[in-house]
């Protein structure tokens, strides 16, 4: 089955720091990757989509400047969490999609920023 | 924009009782709604998809019903055990680019 993991499982930075989420692919090409939100008991929020080559869209209400996406591959997104804060702490889940097939999920990164 | 409403939030029962989670969603123009199961501190696991144009899905002891017109889709768990202790979440899609509205979750615990 498709598999999509995301390194690191867990990070903890201070206020003020940059962290670096990857998100890959590992067995199929994903065309289009997408990065979620998810907060102690609340839903996903999609935060984004990306397109390998191409430049991301946000989902309205998320800062472009703080949550940088790279989408440099067709194996390979990244998220990278610039200037962290305390609220920025949460659990970030992504996923990824070949063509039109279902999206797979990988297993989340929780953020803590102190 | 679309609503995902799962109820109830919480829901506990004995080992071998059937389970009934509800998703009601408030824009009917769905292009696929899917059931998903999150374990604690993890990602999701894909459980059923259910296209707009079909009414159920089945897979093992899970199935799926889906009446799009009145916007809700209710999972069943039959035979519950242990093991199904998680939390369900719905998510609706409305077109292919699955772009996912997900509900707040169910969490369920079956106790043995």
């Known amino acids: 089955g498709a598999v999509v993991s995301q390194h690191p499982s867990w990070v903890i930075c201070k206020s003020g720091t940059s962290v670096k989420i990857e998100c890959r692919s590992l067995d199929f090409q994903a065309t289009t990757m997408f990065w979620y939100r998810q907060f102690p008991k609340q839903s996903l929020m999609l935060m984004a989509t990306?397109?390998?080559?191409?430049?991301?869209?946000?989902e309205q209400g998320v800062e472009k400047d703080k949550f940088l996406i790279n989408h440099a591959s067709l194996t390979l997104s990244t998220l990278t969490v610039t200037s962290a804060h305390p609220e920025d702490s949460s659990f970030y889940i992504c996923?990824?999609?070949?063509?039109?097939?279902?999206?797979?999920f990988g297993p989340g990164t929780r953020l803590t920023v102190t | 924009k679309q609503e995902v409403t799962q109820i109830p939030a919480a829901l506990s029962v004995p080992e071998g009782e059937n389970l009934v989670l509800n998703c009601s969603f408030t824009?009917?123009?769905?292009?696929?709604l899917q059931w998903f199961r999150q374990d604690p501190g993890k990602g999701l696991t894909s459980l059923l998809l259910i296209q707009s144009s079909q009414r159920e899905q089945t897979s093992g002891r899970l199935n799926a019903s889906l009446d799009k017109s009145s916007g809700r889709s209710t999972l069943y768990i039959a035979a519950s055990q242990p093991g199904d202790s998680a939390t369900y979440l719905c998510a609706v899609s409305p077109s292919n680019d699955y772009k996912l509205s997900f509900g707040a979750g169910t969490t369920v615990t079956v106790r043995a």
């Open positions: 824009d009917s123009a769905i292009y696929n």
């Open positions: 990306s397109n390998e080559g191409s430049k991301a869209t946000y």
């Open positions: 996923s990824a999609r070949e063509g039109e097939y279902e999206q797979y």
